[in-house]
């Protein structure tokens, strides 16, 4: 158990670990746009 809360800790803390809401709610409303362009399917074809 340990283990795996250091590797959160790390990961928060390499990548974005002291960003404010704001800034993680104008990461998650980028990432849904680009979702939706895609398509909105989780699963994609393997070759279109």
Not at 9 to 19: A, F, K, N, P, V
């Amino acid at each position: 158990m340990f283990f795996s809360m250091k590797i959160s800790q790390d990961i928060r803390r390499e990548h974005g670990g002291d960003m404010g809401a704001s800034e993680i709610e104008a990461g998650m409303a980028e990432k849904s746009r680009e979702f939706a362009e895609a398509g909105n399917r989780v699963y994609l074809p393997l070759a279109e």
